[in-house]
């Protein structure tokens, strides 16, 4: 049972380039999230899904798209990435009630020259 | 503004006796409590959790308070072992609609052998 997948688990790119990470998770959640995590700042939500064929915007969601066009994936697009956006980025899920934990990837580790 | 707050960034604690980690929120909407461990190279995991409803939540080892009119929480480990050492976080959610979670910064602990 492998949970939350998400790939890659590292990457390096330059600025201005564009990268889509990818989530999924096999345990039929409804919901889902991505989050970043940088020192000092804890766990910041980007975007969330509360179900197939929905978004919404998190706390600091300006230069990121998602799409969730299955419910088993959850997609976190950089359209012109920025040093900014230098990172460690998780994917949760959840099913669809708020007194049940989330679920996390093992992060994916975004560097941004 | 941080809704969720741990101020405390790191603490050490002998293997054996008890650590205490704090969280303090400001929204009292907040119905849902949630501690999370950290490794490194690793996604936060479930470790325990408390509804408002409870002011206390034990699961083995883990004990967490709830002090609502205190805006305040915290978690007991007892006893401490090396292997608990890890980041923790506290998260917090309105289980009315909101879907999401809000997480403190973290706590680092440590303990030695």
């Known amino acids: 049972n492998a949970g939350v997948t998400q790939t890659p688990k590292f990457r390096v790119l330059k600025t201005g380039q564009s990268m889509t990470l990818l989530c999924a998770q096999d345990?039929?959640?409804?919901?889902m999230y991505w989050y970043r995590q940088d020192p000092g700042m804890g766990l910041r939500l980007i975007h969330y899904?509360?179900?197939?064929?929905?978004?919404a915007k998190g706390e600091v969601p300006d230069g990121y798209n998602v799409s969730r066009l299955k419910k088993q994936n959850f997609l976190l697009g950089l359209e012109s990435a920025a040093p900014s956006q230098t990172s460690v980025y998780f994917c949760a899920s959840s099913p669809n009630h708020l007194d049940q934990p989330q679920h996390f990837g093992d992060g994916t580790r975004l560097s941004i020259l | 503004d941080q809704q969720v707050k741990q101020n405390s960034p790191s603490l050490s604690v002998q293997e054996g006796r008890i650590s205490i980690l704090n969280c303090d929120y400001t929204?009292?909407?907040?119905?849902?409590f949630l501690w999370y461990k950290k490794y490194p190279a690793e996604g936060p995991t479930f470790l325990i959790s408390?509804?408002?409803?409870?002011d206390k939540n034990e699961d083995g080892r883990f004990t967490v308070f709830l002090n609502k009119s205190a805006k305040h929480l915290s978690l007991h480990i007892v006893p401490s072992q090396p292997g608990d050492s890890a980041v923790y976080f506290c998260?917090?959610?309105?289980?009315?609609?909101?879907?999401?979670?809000?997480f403190g910064t973290g706590t680092r602990l440590k303990v030695l052998a």
């Open positions: 899904s509360v179900g197939e064929g929905t978004t």
């Open positions: 345990m039929n959640h409804e919901y």
């Open positions: 998260a917090a959610s309105v289980t009315s609609g909101t879907y999401k979670y809000i």
């Open positions: 929204n009292s909407m907040f119905d849902y």
């Open positions: 408390i509804s408002s409803i409870k």
